[in-house]
């Protein structure tokens, strides 16, 4: 039994309790203003420098991976987006591979059906990872409002097409109305479960599901379901909250009066994984960039491709070794080229 995802619980229910408890004893400025210029640091500094390590890598070998037939004879036929040849078959590729998450489509899966071996389509996965991604971004988007005065018009209409119920009553004598109902919010929330119970119910991926698999799961599952807490339970003060937000990126940092502390909580789970995200495997979000399985074009037929490790070596042609062994070889019966 794989009981990873406990230890990776129990981690966050620890970081939980250090900020909630932290800011009840009066450690706010560290939470809300320490922490976080420190996550931001690690991150960019973290990030940059496994970039340039990767930017930095030598490619020994052409090896992208491919789903169809190379160019090659004119009367076959090549398959110009799954094995690109040219760079402009490579930037399609890489936009259907970043946007539609395009090989994870095809992704299939082995089980035993009836006594026999058969694929399976993984859909329900793609779908997941979908929704988790472009959910995921829409919520960043939208709390851009919290650090930008005034807010970008653009900023306003992602959180008008985000929020698809907002219910109001007016008449003369009062204004009755409920908090819109932002959709990115929730499909997080549940995107974020159906990835963790995937890996809990299936004994094929729980075997190798390490402790670190499951903690950007769990870290981001407290930043959705606190952030859902904050809009439509606890009702925070929004604008002491933006007032720290916009103190923390004009560099002026105070602690206004009235947070919640649940803010904080929220804010220390971005935090760590903000600072645990350029040591991790979510850092794929750059690499796919940078993998010569993704980005370079399949034409080994057309253009040879040469090993940057390579370097001058001594060698001994044919013509040195017959040379040099040439009556051996004629007294052995083997051919020669000169007498």
């Not at 985000?162 to 008449?171: A, G, N, P, V």
Request: hydrophobic share 50%; aromatic share 16%; glycine share 6%.
């Amino acid at each position: 039994m794989n009981v990873n995802y406990m230890y990776s619980l129990l981690a966050v229910v620890v970081l939980f309790l250090l900020s909630y408890l932290g800011v009840k004893v009066g450690l706010a400025p560290l939470f809300g203003i320490v922490i976080p210029y420190l996550a931001v640091a690690v991150f960019l500094v973290g990030v940059v420098r496994r970039v340039m390590g990767w930017a930095k890598s030598a490619v020994p070998f052409r090896i992208p991976t491919t789903c169809g037939q190379q160019k090659s004879l004119p009367w076959i036929r090549h398959n110009k987006i799954d094995n690109p040849f040219t760079p402009g078959g490579v930037v399609i590729r890489m936009i259907l591979e970043i946007v539609c998450f395009r090989s994870l489509f095809r992704n299939t899966r082995n089980a035993i059906r009836e006594g026999k071996l058969v694929h399976e389509w993984e859909t329900w996965l793609w779908a997941a990872a979908l929704a988790f991604h472009y959910s995921f971004l829409v919520v960043v988007f939208r709390h851009l409002r919290l650090f930008t005065d005034p807010v970008p018009v653009w900023v306003q209409m992602v959180e008008h097409i985000d929020s698809f119920f907002r219910f109001e009553i007016l008449t003369d004598s009062f204004h009755f109305g409920l908090p819109a109902v932002f959709l990115s919010g929730f499909v997080l929330l549940a995107a974020v479960t159906f990835l963790f119970l995937r890996r809990v119910l299936s004994p094929a991926v729980r075997y190798i599901s390490l402790a670190a698999d499951y903690f950007p799961l769990f870290l981001i599952f407290g930043i959705a379901f606190s952030g859902i807490l904050m809009r439509y339970f606890s009702k925070v003060n929004i604008r002491n909250i933006k007032e720290l937000t916009m103190g923390l990126v004009t560099f002026h940092p105070h602690i206004p009066d009235g947070v919640d502390p649940v803010f904080y909580v929220h804010l220390f789970f971005v935090s760590i994984l903000l600072a645990y995200f350029p040591f991790s495997k979510l850092m794929h979000m750059a690499g796919v960039f940078l993998s010569p399985t993704r980005n370079l074009p399949g034409n080994t037929r057309a253009v040879r491709h040469v090993n940057p490790w390579n370097y001058p070596v001594p060698v001994h042609t044919y013509e040195e070794y017959e040379e040099e062994f040439r009556e051996k070889m004629i007294e052995a019966g083997l051919p020669v080229e000169k007498e």
